[in-house]
């Protein structure tokens, strides 16, 4: 690729996931290196229910990641974003062991609010399918 040329992202508009805000996709994916960058998640599911725990946000990222031909096991950088720490990292913590066989980079971080009063919101990079065994 010249100076001159520019690469065109890829957007992820995942069908069987809990439909994206119009104002951002379900993930992008970079021409250049296939990886993928998935929008936050708060774990709502389909009908935006928001069941405790962290559970609904990561199966979300999965029907994200499936769509854009990856999965949980091909991620390389999660980042959570909790809103009771204390009440909270525990019982997501324990959600989480259960979907990792060989857990991936994290950051965990506390934050005041998030959207629909959810507690959890998770957002993660991805390498495409079959890169990572």
């Not at 990292?89 to 965990?108: D, K, L, Q, S």
Request: aromatic residues 8%; contains cysteine.
């Amino acid at each position: 690729m010249t100076g001159r040329e520019e690469a065109t992202k890829k957007v992820i508009y995942a069908p069987d996931a809990v439909p994206a805000l119009p104002v951002f996709c379900h993930a992008a994916v970079d021409p250049a290196t296939g990886l993928i960058f998935c929008s936050g998640s708060i774990g709502c599911n389909d009908r935006y229910q928001l069941p405790p725990g962290g559970a609904a946000a990561l199966e979300n990222l999965a029907k994200v990641l499936r769509a854009a031909g990856s999965t949980l096991e091909q991620i390389v950088k999660v980042n959570v974003y909790l809103t009771n720490m204390q009440q909270d990292f525990g019982p997501m913590n324990e959600v989480y062991a259960h979907y990792f066989r060989i857990v991936p980079a994290r950051t965990c971080v506390g934050v005041a609010t998030l959207p629909m009063g959810a507690c959890v919101e998770i957002e993660c990079v991805a390498l495409p399918g079959g890169a990572y065994s």
